[in-house]
């Protein structure tokens, strides 16, 4: 069982930054592939970005040069830089882990850009 913290979500102005971390429990942490996915009222889920357990990343086309998913293995812990924050970034943010067949969330954090 993986347990996910997520942390940095806030109230910014358009234009600002946040960093979110996700801190999980478990020791092999560098073999999950970790993603952040968002929720808006009313919306789906989407995936924003994803770190694979080697270096690869990608980006929802929308967050892509705003947005920078980066993982620390040694403290066990995904982070999501997002600048440049629009309106349409608020939602609530959840950290996922997958391995093999097993996936897991965070109980999420909540982004609003206010304008």
């Known amino acids: 069982q993986v347990q996910l913290v997520e942390s940095g979500g806030g109230l910014v102005q358009v234009g600002g930054s946040l960093r979110l971390s996700c801190a999980a429990s478990?020791?092999?942490?560098?073999?999950?592939?970790m993603g952040w996915y968002r929720q808006a009222p009313g919306k789906q889920r989407e995936l924003v970005a994803a770190?694979?357990?080697?270096?690869?990343?990608n980006y929802a086309d929308s967050v892509k040069g705003r947005f920078t998913i980066s993982r620390d293995n040694a403290k066990n812990t995904v982070y999501l830089q997002m600048n440049s924050l629009k309106p349409e970034d608020t939602a609530v943010y959840y950290c996922?882990?997958?391995?093999?067949?097993?996936?897991?969330w965070g109980q999420g954090t909540q982004v609003t850009v206010s304008s």
């Open positions: 996922n882990a997958v391995y093999g067949i097993k996936s897991y």
């Open positions: 478990g020791s092999i942490f560098s073999m999950y592939a």
């Open positions: 770190a694979t357990s080697g270096a690869g990343t």
